[in-house]
């Protein structure tokens, strides 16, 4: 594999190197002999592992770490252009290429390209897929936002002509990819510091559809609003996924085992297949893997190969993932911290048996709190007992205007047990003292509530 438009490029930067994805497409350059060096705001296992491949990195963003050796400087959505770093390879002249145009750049340079979008469930669609191109020893190059046990990590470099990755809509970074599969899973309100509202979130998904090339497929959830809309104009064929008996792949007569694996009849054009069976839970997966399903068929894997890969994808992590058992007492940790995913995770839970239902929540950005603030009220209103934590700020700045105490005030009134605790210590010890033996716990958001888990489990 070759990136033909990165020729020219030998010494590379990244700014914000610790990233999921940075680390990844670092990875892939330095496995194309480039020399790459970068830095992140914290030192983590990801920049250690770095370090292992001989990429250096620095802890902090400093001037003095962009000098006039390097020809091209890779930063994130997420870097600010008063960065340090930032403001210095514009001083240099330095080329400067944004996260999203490199991530096309090595798109492109596949034979075949998939990406997965939607507002919601695209690394846990990314990986069940990615399980069935393994398990179809397609051996694809795989980029996803988590770490993936089949994989070992969040990259894998493989030796073929698939490449697969999410593809997100902040800031429009998908506008520059180009891929043959196109698979959107949902299209909602979310991301409001960056779009104005729904309806420029809708154009911003429509120039990405169109982005397909002609020879590919785009595969779309039948849930979807405005599906002719959205896809006018455009060449490459399209197929549905969903419960519409009128999709071209659906499901009926799903189930639930009691460890709230999903399994369903798979219909193609209204006529029956096969029962498909999944190691995952929620209706939400049955969704994912009908989408699977229909770029593996796109790709000629047979039902065999699919079916044996969807039993192989076991969640990826922190995707309703199991922490561990303590005193009778389920610890589950979910990435959730949107309104439509808060939802899917507690209706996921209801096919689980166990008793009271606890989740700490732990909001995530100011901006998504108050633009969404009325649909995290009726996603959170009905769970037995809520403890909400500070919202994570993430890339944000304190507004002043929106804080998790406002949250709890809305929700008292319907009479559920809720509190708000701004210290996991305390939120540690007041779970010791009121959870009680077969109950289940969820540890719920996209920043550092995960960690709540593994501290109960150590005590």
Same mark, same amino acid.
């Not at 990844?24 to 292992?52: P, W």
């Not at 902090?60 to 403001?87: C, F, Q, R």
């Not at 969903?242 to 009926?252: D, E, F, L, N, V």
């Given at each position: 594999?070759?990136?033909?438009?990165?020729?020219?490029?030998?010494?590379?930067?990244?700014?914000? @190197?610790?990233?999921?994805?940075?680390?990844?497409?670092?990875?892939?350059?330095?496995?194309?002999?480039?020399?790459?060096?970068?830095?992140?705001?914290?030192?983590? $296992?990801?920049?250690?592992?770095?370090?292992?491949?001989?990429?250096?990195?620095?802890?902090?963003?400093?001037?003095?770490?962009?000098?006039?050796?390097?020809?091209?400087?890779?930063?994130?959505?997420?870097?600010?252009?008063?960065?340090?770093?930032?403001?210095? $390879?514009?001083?240099?002249?330095?080329?400067?290429?944004?996260?999203?145009?490199?991530?096309?750049?090595?798109?492109?340079?596949?034979?075949?390209?998939?990406?997965?979008?939607?507002?919601?469930?695209?690394?846990?669609?990314?990986?069940?897929?990615?399980?069935?191109?393994?398990?179809?020893?397609?051996?694809?190059?795989?980029?996803?936002?988590? @770490?993936?046990?089949?994989?070992?990590?969040?990259?894998?470099?493989?030796?073929?002509?698939?490449?697969?990755?999410?593809?997100?809509?902040?800031?429009?970074?998908?506008?520059?990819?180009?891929?043959?599969?196109?698979?959107?899973?949902?299209?909602?309100?979310?991301?409001?510091?960056?779009?104005?509202?729904?309806?420029?979130?809708?154009?911003?998904?429509?120039?990405?559809?169109?982005?397909?090339?002609?020879?590919?497929?785009?595969?779309?959830?039948?849930?979807?609003?405005?599906?002719?809309?959205?896809?006018?104009?455009?060449? $490459?064929?399209?197929?549905?996924?969903?419960?519409?008996?009128?999709?071209?792949?659906?499901?009926?007569?799903?189930?639930?085992?009691?460890?709230?694996?999903?399994?369903?009849?798979?219909?193609?054009?209204?006529?029956?297949?096969?029962?498909?069976?999944?190691?995952?839970?929620?209706y939400h997966n049955l969704e994912n893997a009908l989408a699977c399903i229909?770029?593996?068929?796109?790709?000629?894997?047979?039902?065999?190969? @699919?079916?044996?890969?969807?039993?192989?994808?076991?969640?990826?992590?922190?995707?309703?993932?199991?922490?561990?058992?303590?005193?009778?007492?389920?610890?589950?940790?979910?990435?959730?911290?949107?309104?439509?995913?808060?939802?899917?995770?507690?209706? $996921?839970?209801?096919?689980?048996?166990?008793?009271?239902?606890?989740?700490?929540?732990?909001?995530?950005?100011?901006?998504?709190?108050?633009?969404?603030?009325?649909?995290?009220?009726?996603?959170?209103?009905?769970?037995?007992?809520?403890?909400?934590?500070? @919202?994570?700020?993430?890339?944000?700045k304190d507004p002043g205007d929106i804080h998790s105490d406002m949250l709890?005030?809305?929700?008292?009134?319907?009479?559920?047990?809720?509190?708000?605790?701004?210290?996991?210590?305390?939120?540690?010890?007041?779970?010791?003292?009121?959870?009680?033996?077969?109950?289940?716990?969820?540890?719920?958001?996209?920043?550092?509530?995960?960690?709540?888990?593994?501290?109960?489990?150590?005590?």
């Amino acid at each position: 594999m070759r990136i033909t438009e990165l020729d020219k490029y030998k010494n590379i930067f990244f700014i914000g @190197i610790g990233g999921i994805s940075m680390s990844g497409l670092s990875e892939v350059l330095n496995q194309n002999n480039k020399n790459i060096t970068g830095s992140d705001q914290n030192e983590s $296992a990801i920049t250690k592992h770095l370090n292992t491949l001989g990429i250096k990195t620095y802890k902090g963003h400093d001037p003095s770490h962009i000098t006039k050796d390097y020809d091209l400087v890779v930063y994130t959505a997420a870097i600010k252009k008063d960065n340090v770093e930032y403001m210095k $390879a514009l001083e240099l002249n330095i080329p400067i290429m944004d996260r999203g145009t490199l991530l096309g750049h090595i798109m492109d340079s596949y034979p075949i390209s998939i990406g997965v979008a939607g507002t919601h469930g695209k690394t846990t669609t990314t990986s069940m897929l990615s399980h069935i191109m393994l398990e179809g020893r397609l051996d694809p190059t795989i980029s996803v936002g988590a @770490i993936l046990k089949g994989i070992g990590g969040n990259f894998k470099i493989g030796k073929s002509d698939y490449f697969i990755t999410e593809a997100c809509e902040y800031a429009n970074s998908y506008h520059k990819f180009f891929p043959n599969i196109n698979i959107v899973l949902n299209i909602e309100e979310d991301h409001m510091d960056f779009f104005k509202d729904i309806d420029e979130i809708k154009d911003s998904f429509n120039k990405y559809i169109h982005n397909t090339k002609d020879n590919g497929i785009i595969i779309l959830n039948d849930t979807i609003q405005e599906i002719p809309v959205i896809t006018k104009g455009i060449n $490459a064929p399209i197929v549905t996924v969903g419960q519409k008996s009128s999709s071209t792949y659906s499901y009926q007569n799903e189930s639930f085992d009691e460890l709230g694996h999903g399994s369903f009849d798979l219909y193609f054009k209204g006529d029956y297949i096969s029962n498909i069976k999944l190691m995952v839970t929620g209706y939400h997966n049955l969704e994912n893997a009908l989408a699977c399903i229909a770029a593996a068929k796109f790709m000629g894997l047979s039902l065999d190969i @699919i079916q044996k890969g969807l039993l192989a994808f076991k969640g990826a992590d922190r995707r309703f993932e199991y922490k561990g058992t303590i005193n009778g007492t389920t610890i589950i940790d979910d990435y959730a911290h949107h309104p439509t995913e808060i939802l899917k995770t507690i209706e $996921a839970t209801t096919k689980i048996k166990h008793n009271e239902l606890w989740v700490v929540f732990q909001p995530h950005t100011y901006s998504r709190t108050k633009a969404l603030y009325n649909d995290f009220i009726d996603s959170l209103k009905d769970i037995d007992h809520l403890i909400i934590t500070d @919202i994570y700020a993430a890339r944000e700045k304190d507004p002043g205007d929106i804080h998790s105490d406002m949250l709890v005030e809305s929700l008292s009134k319907f009479g559920k047990d809720i509190v708000y605790i701004d210290d996991f210590e305390k939120i540690v010890d007041y779970l010791k003292q009121n959870i009680l033996p077969n109950d289940m716990l969820i540890t719920m958001g996209a920043g550092s509530v995960t960690l709540i888990g593994n501290m109960i489990l150590k005590q």
